[in-house]
């Protein structure tokens, strides 16, 4: 079960910011305070952990609407970030501390919020998994789910039932007590709302939040019997494999079939819109089309997967080319910072700006049986940005020798 | 004639050497904390060891196809080879990254 030790050793994550929630403290006042504080702190929490429920005035937040993309006067273009009290943050913290982190609880396939993982082991797992059944002959189908509102559709309830044998039940009591009766109120140009209550959803900008959605969707790859899922938060790939492209298509709908089922059980709403299919081996006369909740989807050559463009050949070659036409973008801007900066700094603006976009990914594209000319292509956007900050252009040809 | 002049005053890795830097460093984080679970398994399956190097670590290259060779366990066989010092045992983060760039950068000494 929990317990929790002192918390300041948790004041650490904090960041020092001025903003607060409903209850007007700081996140700074609260760690510089802890000091004297602590050990009335860890008493409260540990009552709270014994089976108290936690304060109500706690579960208040003020939620701050943060523009994504898109028309600013649409509601469905912000992001709803809750500023919650501070004291709650910090046993929120405490509690995520001691939560257990294994494949039971927050699933084999998730790759996001979780020690060790990231955007590129997840697209390791994808390549990774498709390069080996391409290996064994087999034709694959890849189709990604956009969730909408993710968050703020996991169901309490839902939530107890789905975790109650696999964690202690004074956890998850915690946990289902901090998803119940939550309140909020939205501030906008200093103008706010009044409180309101909402039954379903997870406060985003919580410390908790992240976790709890993992756990939420941790039985998906359960509850498809042929898909190979790989997620980062929200983000769903499926794969499907077989020999026969006939057997394939079977069975490609039939997942998506369950997946619409898993999603609807789970009260969460598919973005139909922003689904996308890739079809992975040889082209036939079959027809490939696929039955998204009554919409058609045909599959296409190439798919955005968490910022990599995956092509039907894996050969990389869209990837290459959108992020080396990216750093040229990025170097034509930079060229105008000349004039402004020594070469020391010059070299850290480049470096930052370039290599972040020129080697993203590149675990999962860069290899040594990638096609020469595609190399050629990086190496000479990493040549044109030395060329940049030096100032020198020797105009030599690059030779097939200086490349192996 | 190469890109010498390019390649002097660069004083970090290339392309190339990024790449397979990446990728061992993945491997080797895989391999000593499991995580992440499924990619661990998949080099897992196709590793062994030598009771003459101990520390180190072998990856075949099972593939059939130039695709196949893409997945994570083909791609290691060459860089396993690379790899010159014993990560497995007692080595703590820091002495691992440090190895590792020595091993793959030229501009680490």
Known sequence: ?404 | MGRTWEDIIAERASPDEWADFAVSKMFVHTMLNCKPERIHQNILSQSYSENRKPGLMFVFDASQKKIGRQAIQNRLSTLSKKIKMSWTFGATKDQVRIGLKRSFFKYVK
């Open chain 1, 1 to 404: 079960m929990l317990f929790l030790k002192c918390p300041l050793q948790y004041t650490d994550h904090f960041k020092p910011k001025r903003s607060c929630g409903p209850d007007d403290i700081p996140l700074i006042v609260l760690k510089d305070s802890l000091q004297v504080m602590a050990y009335y702190i860890k008493k409260l929490f540990n009552k709270l952990a014994l089976g108290d429920k936690i304060p109500s005035t706690w579960k208040y937040a003020k939620i701050k609407p943060i523009f994504k993309k898109g028309d600013p006067k649409l509601v469905e273009n912000y992001r709803p970030i809750s500023n919650l009290n501070s004291i709650s943050k910090l046993f929120e913290r405490c509690v995520l501390n001691r939560l257990p982190s294994d494949a039971k609880t927050d699933g084999v396939n998730q790759h996001g919020f979780k020690t060790g993982h990231s955007t590129v082991t997840a697209g390791l797992d994808i390549q990774s998994h498709l390069a080996i059944m391409s290996d064994r002959g087999e034709k694959s189908i890849i189709y990604s789910v956009d969730l909408s509102a993710a968050f703020d559709v996991i169901r309490p309830a839902m939530f107890y039932k789905k975790m109650v044998n696999k964690m202690d039940i004074p956890t998850l009591n915690c946990l289902n007590d901090f998803l119940t009766n939550r309140k909020a109120q939205v501030e906008v140009d200093g103008h706010s709302s009044v409180f309101f209550s909402f039954k379903a959803g997870c406060p985003q900008g919580s410390t908790l939040g992240p976790k709890i959605f993992n756990m939420y969707c941790s039985d998906l790859s359960s509850a498809l019997k042929h898909g190979y899922v790989v997620s980062y938060a929200d983000d769903t790939y499926v794969i499907v494999s077989d020999k026969d492209e006939k057997n394939l298509l079977k069975k490609a709908n039939s997942t998506i079939k369950d997946h619409v089922g898993w999603l609807k059980k789970n009260g969460m709403i598919c973005n139909i819109a922003k689904t996308e299919a890739m079809y992975i081996g040889e082209k036939t006369d079959c027809d490939i089309k696929l039955d998204v909740d009554g919409v058609t989807i045909v599959p296409s050559d190439t798919m955005k997967v968490l910022g990599i463009q995956f092509d039907n050949k894996l050969s990389w070659e869209h990837q290459v080319v959108s992020c080396t036409k990216k750093c040229l973008k990025l170097l034509h801007g930079l060229k105008h910072l000349r004039k402004f900066l020594n070469l020391k700094q010059m070299k850290q603006v480049t470096t930052s700006f370039l290599l972040s976009v020129l080697m993203y990914g590149s675990e999962i594209w860069y290899h040594r049986h990638l096609s020469f000319h595609l190399k050629q292509r990086i190496r000479s956007a990493h040549y044109r940005a030395l060329r940049m900050i030096y100032g020198k252009n020797l105009g030599r040809h690059y030779s097939r020798k200086s490349l192996s």
